[in-house]
């Protein structure tokens, strides 16, 4: 089956503007999650949604970063008056339910670049 | 503070030996345990997961778990060149609604023909 997309693969911005990223989880995971990877650095985690709310945004590094997921399916990351430090790759993972013991498999990333 | 650490490599393994590579972690209060593979410019693949004591063994990996050490490691029997890439452990720490995984930097790992 189709595993998880993210769109777009590739973004550029100018410092100030406002960018969605957006996810689309494997079929019937109710579990997605939002991490953002700099180079030479593991995946961190940022926000993770249970269906339709956000269960634990915790590593949402500060207000200009917010994330929705209206139907329980697909997510979308907004980003507010990019900042120069919010260039990364940004990548969303899905899992079957949640709790410690579910998998959780990663889309391609969006590598976005402010400028 | 959460940690998750692994050695940063690169780590240099000839073609058909044994990779080995580690990681601990600083929490005691810790339930899974997961190693992901990441080729430069893509996103990381899972290999292995553990959650209990022990040794699991998927192929020609190993994934070994001792909890009481804090200590994980994956082992990689018969390395190939296309085994090359970099190794990221990951932790899943249970409550305090820490429902994210804490990613190591990970380890880089070649494999020489």
């Known amino acids: 089956g189709a595993g998880v997309s993210q769109t777009p693969s590739n973004k550029v911005t100018e410092k100030g503007k406002y960018v969605e990223l957006r996810c689309d989880p494997i079929s019937g995971h109710t579990a997605l999650y939002w991490y953002r990877q700099s180079l030479g650095q593991g995946p961190e985690f940022l926000i993770y949604f249970q269906g339709t709310g956000a269960a634990d945004d915790s590593g949402l590094p500060n207000d200009r970063f917010f994330a929705v997921r209206p139907e329980g399916s697909v997510s979308t990351l907004k980003i507010q008056r990019t900042e120069r430090g919010d260039s990364a790759v940004y990548l969303c993972a899905s899992s079957f339910g949640q709790g410690s013991y579910n998998e959780q498999f990663f889309g391609p990333g969006t590598r976005l670049t402010v400028l | 503070q959460k940690e998750v650490e692994q050695n940063s490599g690169p780590l240099s393994v000839p073609e058909g030996a044994i990779a080995s590579l580690n990681c601990t972690y600083s929490?005691?209060?810790?339930?899974?345990f997961f190693w992901y593979r990441q080729y430069s410019g893509k996103s990381p693949e899972l290999i292995m997961s553990i959650y209990s004591n022990g040794d699991k063994e998927d192929g020609r990996f190993t994934a070994q778990l001792n909890k009481a050490s804090q200590y994980v490691s994956l082992l990689i029997r018969d390395s190939q060149p296309s085994d090359s890439a970099t190794y990221l452990c990951?932790?899943?720490?249970?409550?305090?609604?820490?429902?994210?995984?804490?990613f190591g930097k990970g380890t880089h790992l070649i494999i020489q023909p």
């Open positions: 929490d005691r209060v810790s339930q899974s």
């Open positions: 990951a932790v899943k720490y249970s409550g305090g609604g820490a429902d994210g995984l804490t």
